[in-house]
């Protein structure tokens, strides 16, 4: 098996939006994945996006892919390394693929001089959440993960407070 991980290019906007639907599916969300080709293409491949992709392969293959970005922790005064995705698939899980491409990013999060390397995993997926432990990442049980999304995030957004309420 010849492995190797790459810099995602814009020509795989394609292969990356299909990973993401194969991944969401997984997830138990395929309904809910609004990224199209160009969408991605826009996003992920402008000169200021703070997201980067990497793509997966086996003897030339895509099999997977990866997206992160850095983020900044307070009280380490350093920037971090978040994992949003890591697809690999059906087929090739097991491989050891998924370990290379966390070792890859572990990597780059040291050379970038990065005090953290963090994702998050579904509660529910047991065999994800095996791996992690298996090759010593922790769970963050104390923290809850929030998110504002949709019209939520638009009212939230343009409600003005009126005089005297606290806001």
Same mark, same amino acid.
């Given at each position: ?14 292969? &990356? ?10 997830? %138990? ?25 990497? &793509? ?7 099999? !997977? ?13 350093? %920037? !971090? ?7 690999? #698939?059906?087929?090739?899980? !097991? #491989?050891?693929?998924? %370990? ?9 999060? #040291?050379?970038?001089?990065? !005090? ?52």
């Amino acid at each position: 098996m010849n492995l190797s991980i790459r810099p995602a290019l814009v020509h795989d906007s394609a292969l &990356i939006l299909r990973f993401i639907q194969e991944l969401a599916v997984y997830e %138990k969300a395929g309904d809910q994945v609004a990224a199209t080709v160009d969408t991605l293409a826009t996003s992920l491949f402008a000169a200021d996006s703070p997201a980067r992709a990497l &793509i997966c392969e086996v003897d030339g293959e895509a099999i !997977g892919y990866a997206i992160y970005f850095f983020n900044y922790s307070t009280w380490q005064a350093k %920037k !971090g390394l978040y994992l949003e995705d890591l697809y690999i #698939t059906p087929a090739q899980r !097991g #491989t050891g693929a998924g %370990k290379q491409l966390l070792r890859h990013l572990a990597a780059i999060a #040291t050379d970038q001089g990065c !005090g953290r390397f963090e994702w998050s995993v579904l509660d529910w997926n047991q065999p994800a959440i095996d791996f992690y432990q298996s090759i010593g990442a922790q769970p963050q049980d104390e923290w809850v993960r929030y998110r504002m999304q949709g019209a939520a995030l638009q009212d939230f957004a343009v409600q003005q407070a009126k005089p005297g309420a606290r806001s």
